[in-house]
C-alpha cells in the first residue's frame, strides 16, 4: 500500500493564513490542506501575481498544498435557491486548484433542500457529473465528504457516475458521529476513497449524533486507522 500523505488541515490552527502556514511549518508539517471559499487562498482573492507569491513563500517555507477544501456546510447542492452557486463556486476553486497544481478538492454535497429522497439523488447525480467532467478535463480529483449521507449512499453514487477522477473523502469524525465505523469503510467504499480528515469523534447515530473531540479522547483508534485503508487513500487531515 502506498505510503499516506499526512497534511496539515489549516483552517483548524484558527490563524491568519500566513501565520497558519508558519506554525504548520514549524510542527514538522510539509503538506497544507486549505479552504479556498473565500479569503486570501480563494479564486475571489487570488490573482495571478498572488499565486506567483503564495508559491514562493510554500516554497520557502517547505510547504506545498495538497488539497483544498471546496464549498461545506450550508445549503447543498440540491438547494434549488443556492445548489447553483454552489456548484459555480466549487468549479472556480477546482480551477484555481488546477492552476495551482493542487491535486484534491474536497466538497459536501449538502442538504436535501426539501427534496424526496429520489429527487435529490438525481439532483446529486446531475451535480457529480458536472464536477467529473470537470476533474477529467482539469486533472484535479475531486472528493466527496462523508457528511450527510451514508457511505452506503456515497459508494452507490460514485459507482453510477464511474469516474476515476471522483473519489470519495472519509471525514472520520463525521462518520463517527452518525453511528457508522471509519475503521471498516473498506466494506463499503473500496478503491474509492480519495480523502482522508481523521478526526476523532463520541459515537453516535443517526438519530443522536455524538460530537467531535481532540484526537485521542473519542471513539477513534488511530494506529487500526492506518492500516487497511484502501490504495487509493493517499491524504489525511
Not at 505510503?3 to 514538522?28: K, Q, V, W
Request: aromatic share 2%; hydrophobic share 40%.
Amino acid at each position: 500500500m502506498k505510503n499516506l500523505d499526512l497534511s496539515l488541515c489549516l483552517d483548524d490552527l484558527r490563524l491568519e493564513t500566513r501565520a497558519a502556514m508558519d506554525r504548520a511549518r514549524a510542527m514538522g508539517f510539509h503538506a497544507i490542506d486549505v479552504s479556498a471559499v473565500e479569503g486570501p487562498v480563494s479564486p475571489g482573492e487570488l490573482s495571478r501575481t498572488g499565486q506567483r507569491h503564495l508559491i514562493k513563500h510554500l516554497s520557502d517555507l517547505g510547504l506545498r498544498l495538497s488539497s483544498f477544501r471546496g464549498p461545506a456546510g450550508g445549503a447543498g447542492y440540491a438547494d434549488s435557491g443556492s445548489g447553483e452557486r454552489r456548484l459555480e463556486s466549487m468549479r472556480k476553486i477546482m480551477d484555481l486548484a488546477s492552476a495551482l497544481r493542487v491535486p484534491t478538492v474536497s466538497t459536501t454535497l449538502g442538504g436535501s433542500g426539501g427534496l424526496s429522497p429520489d429527487d435529490r439523488a438525481a439532483r446529486y447525480r446531475e451535480t457529480l457529473s458536472i464536477l467529473a467532467d470537470d476533474a477529467d478535463r482539469k486533472g484535479v480529483i475531486v472528493t466527496i465528504e462523508t457528511a450527510g449521507l451514508t457511505t452506503a449512499e456515497l459508494s452507490k453514487l460514485l459507482a453510477e457516475i464511474n469516474c476515476p477522477q471522483l473519489a470519495a473523502c472519509c471525514d472520520s469524525g463525521e462518520m463517527l458521529m452518525h453511528g457508522e465505523d471509519p475503521h471498516r469503510v473498506a466494506d463499503v467504499l473500496a478503491g474509492r476513497v480519495g480523502l482522508v480528515q481523521a478526526r476523532d469523534a463520541v459515537s453516535g447515530s443517526p438519530q443522536a449524533a455524538g460530537h467531535e473531540v481532540a484526537q485521542g479522547e473519542g471513539s477513534l483508534d488511530a494506529p487500526r486507522s492506518w492500516q487497511p485503508w484502501p490504495k487509493r487513500a493517499s491524504k489525511a487531515t
